[in-house]
């Protein structure tokens, strides 16, 4: 088994929660793991991804290779499509539809969500909707992550464990409603 | 045995830790910084009372880790790339002095050029400074080398350089912790003149350093982080430094390549290992994170007969940082090519977060500015640099720490008023005092602005060494008090921020305003730690 997963979005949107979530999944089912994350400059409201490689052989490379990714998860739609470079022709792309907009220049939302329908694997899912609907407005990132379970070789409630273990220190309000984030997000189809 | 998943960073960290360390010293940046604030919040190194605050710079970093080692104790210092020319002197003379206590300087590069000025190779300091480096591939080895580094640091009697790049010191995998070792006791150098560099010193102990060098290169032949790979096809044969290695193996995951690979992670280089290569192929690829150290060597001055690729002949780009397709193509592979990105991707380049002072106080400056048909400011690095991108465009320098202050002096010099310098509070205290006091020793016409955030706010919110001192050090280094202005940058104080600012850049000699306002980054975490205090009380 191996997942190459390209995560993206903008600096502060907690791409690395999800990273860190798929990584005690994967911890808990005994694969070897790297995933790269960005630190420093672009952390202020930049473009970040981080790669994340699951196998159940050892892991040589921080880095996807181009054209090798399994998965793009994106909380962002503009930046779902910065990664492309890096998705196989037989790559599933998932990604929130509504955009962070803080440069003058963004794109109109259609024309980005065009582009990404013309991937042969994509999902689009509109998390900030659905996050707030199951009535926690801030776990977009869970929703996502949900939306994307399905291309990630990882029993559904090994990520359900891991978002607990995750958020046990915060309570178990704030674990209920990331869990229900996450199912949420599951429950949404291609 | 226990296993985690760590950053480098931290796998270099822990690895610290469990050999024994007794200080560990530094200044943030990117991408070293998690290396001093995995020590600083480990409980382990709390019980053990292991020292690790920062310091004021990369330069008292270096030394107060040396001062470490002169009393028997191990000691590491972590910097990025460009920290180690701020403290290049005490790195090259400690080459010299030689250590008592184990002495690691983590060296960390960015090639690309994700968070830096530049992307300059700290191998080169090694070689510069005849000091073993060490060079790891992946986490594992990060941490293993620690242990190691320390024994030949104490072997050889010399400090001893880790380098490693962005994607090692940021990028996380499960590492295997070992043997924990007990620090070393307090135990004084035997010569008592070992730190005495007066030339007839110097030149003897300068000699013994030449002499160990020699020596390296021949440990490094049966180093176990040197490996020595064969392969039935002998056209090509490749060197691979350090993470280069794992770019190339990732190209050939069943049972690797079948020519013959030589990895190179410990430094100065075994010349008979790379003759051992070199003479069994007929064409060399040479792989290196960084600049083309190795090939440059090898390439010589004069034609040598073996046909040799890298960065130099375009086999892999001249410049930034390598990953598997780029040496895939390097082998002769053909790398898959991936989608394009569509055109309708628009950059995005980091921002001032909202309600940053900064950005209050840049809007003041360009207002200020405005009746002396002023072009712009010198400025210098954090988060404060953003101000030379739209909407300010305010910044016409950024070159190395504490800078603005100096080019402001030279500048008026030239002819230049208002010369302005807009700096951070880190930065002032990291290396702008200086560069002030050139300013009040001629009375030179300059404003100095310190955008003070209480906070290190560029590399994730360290404590700041100026936080609630500024105003006395300026007094202390003989600024006038009257020329000394304080303003909080708010949106309403703006029309009164805007008169003191041209109040002083009309002054006709040295003024400093400290425009001050918590960073919100730092502001919220505060508030939220405090809440979760009263909550539990
Ligand atoms: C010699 C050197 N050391 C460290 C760095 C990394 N670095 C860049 S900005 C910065 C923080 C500056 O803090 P401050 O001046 O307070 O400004 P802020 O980011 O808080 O606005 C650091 C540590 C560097 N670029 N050069």
Redesign the pocket.
């Known amino acids: 088994m191996k997942s190459d997963i390209v995560l993206s979005g903008v600096g502060g949107q907690g791409i690395l929660s999800i990273a860190s979530i798929i990584g005690l999944a994967a911890i808990e089912n005994g694969l070897y793991l790297k995933q790269s994350e960005v630190h420093g400059m672009s952390q202020r409201g930049g473009d970040v991804q981080s790669h994340l490689r699951l196998s159940d052989k050892p892991v040589i490379s921080d880095l996807i290779p181009h054209g090798k990714a399994d998965l793009i998860i994106s909380v962002e739609p503009m930046e779902s499509l910065r990664y492309l470079p890096w998705l196989a022709s037989d790559g599933w792309l998932v990604t929130n539809s509504t955009p962070y907009i803080n440069i003058p220049d963004y794109p109109p939302v259609e024309e980005i969500l065009d582009q990404i329908r013309k991937i042969r694997n994509h999902k689009i899912i509109d998390a900030d909707l659905i996050a707030k609907n199951v009535g926690s407005a801030r776990s977009g990132n869970m929703v996502i992550l949900g939306a994307a379970s399905p291309f990630i070789e990882i029993p559904f409630s090994s990520l359900e464990n891991a978002v607990k273990s995750f958020f046990g220190r915060k309570g178990q309000e704030i674990v209920n409603l990331n869990i229900k984030a996450l199912q949420a997000g599951r429950d949404q189809k291609a | 045995m226990q296993k985690l998943l760590l950053l480098g960073d931290e796998a270099i960290a822990l690895g610290a830790i469990d050999a024994g360390l007794s200080g560990m010293y530094g ?4 991408p070293s910084t998690e290396i001093m604030e995995y020590i600083q919040s480990s409980e382990e190194a709390e019980s053990l009372s292991i020292h690790r605050e920062w310091s004021a ?2 330069k008292t970093a270096l030394e107060a880790a040396l001062g470490m080692s002169y009393t028997g104790k191990r000691a590491m210092v972590a ?2 790339h ?2 180690l ?2 403290a290049a002197d005490p790195f090259i003379n400690s080459a010299v002095t030689g250590i008592n206590g184990g002495l690691i300087v983590v060296s960390a590069d960015d090639p690309s050029m994700h968070s ?2 530049n992307e300059q190779d700290s191998r080169f300091y090694g070689k510069f400074a005849y000091v073993p480096v060490f060079e790891p591939a992946d986490q594992q080895e990060a941490y293993n080398m620690v242990s190691d580094a320390f024994e030949l640091s104490e072997k050889y009697r010399l400090p001893v350089m880790m380098r490693i790049t962005t994607r090692l010191a940021h990028s996380r995998a499960a590492v295997v912790r070992k043997q924990k070792e007990p620090q070393k006791p307090f135990r004084l150098p035997s010569d008592p003149r070992q730190f005495v560099l007066l030339p007839a010193i110097a030149r003897r102990k300068y000699s013994a350093l030449l002499t160990a060098y020699e020596s390296l290169k021949f440990e490094n032949r049966l180093s176990r982080y040197n490996i020595f790979r064969d392969g039935r096809n002998r056209k090509l044969g490749v060197i691979a430094c350090g993470i280069a290695y794992n770019y190339l193996m990732e190209n050939f995951p069943d049972g690797g390549p079948d020519f013959p690979v030589l990895k190179i992670s410990a430094y100065p280089f075994p010349n008979d290992l790379i003759s051992d290569l070199t003479g069994r192929c007929e064409e060399v690829l040479i792989l290196e994170e960084g600049y083309p150290l190795l090939e440059e060597l090898i390439r010589g001055i004069l034609d040598c007969h073996l046909k040799v690729s890298g960065r130099m002949d375009g086999a892999i780009p001249r410049a930034g940082e390598l990953d598997p397709s780029v040496v895939a193509k390097g082998v002769g592979l053909t790398p898959e090519a991936g989608l394009k990105v569509p055109d309708i991707v628009k950059s995005r380049p980091p921002s001032f977060c909202k309600g940053c002072g ?1 950005a209050d106080t840049f809007n003041a400056v360009i207002e200020a500015l405005k009746p002396f048909n002023g072009t712009g400011v010198f400025s ?5 640099t953003l101000g030379a991108l739209p909407p300010y465009n305010i910044i016409n320098s950024c070159v ?2 504490g800078a603005s202050v100096t080019m402001a002096v030279g500048a008026a010099d030239g002819g230049l008023h208002p010369s302005v310098a807009v ?6 205290t ?1 290396s702008g005092m200086t560069g002030l006091l050139d300013a009040v020793l001629k009375n030179s016409p300059v404003t100095v602005i310190i ?1 003070d ?1 209480s ?5 994730g919110g360290q404590k ?1 060494h ?1 936080t609630g001192r500024l105003a006395s050090i300026c007094e202390g280094l003989g600024v006038e008090p009257e020329h000394i202005r304080q303003i909080e940058p708010l949106r309403k104080n703006h029309e009164e921020n805007v008169r003191i600012l041209i109040e002083e850049f009309g002054y006709r000699g040295v003024s400093v305003v400290i425009s001050a306002r918590e ?1 919100i980054q730092t502001a919220t975490r505060r508030k939220k730690a405090e809440a979760s205090e009263n909550n539990s009380k």
């Open positions: 200044y943030p940046g990117t710079n990369e910097m990025k460009v920290g020319n701020v830096s000025q900064h210098d690095i954090g988060c404060y190395d720490m700096i951070g509070d880190s930065t002032f990291h955008s955030n906070t290190t706010g560029m590399t700041s100026a960073c």
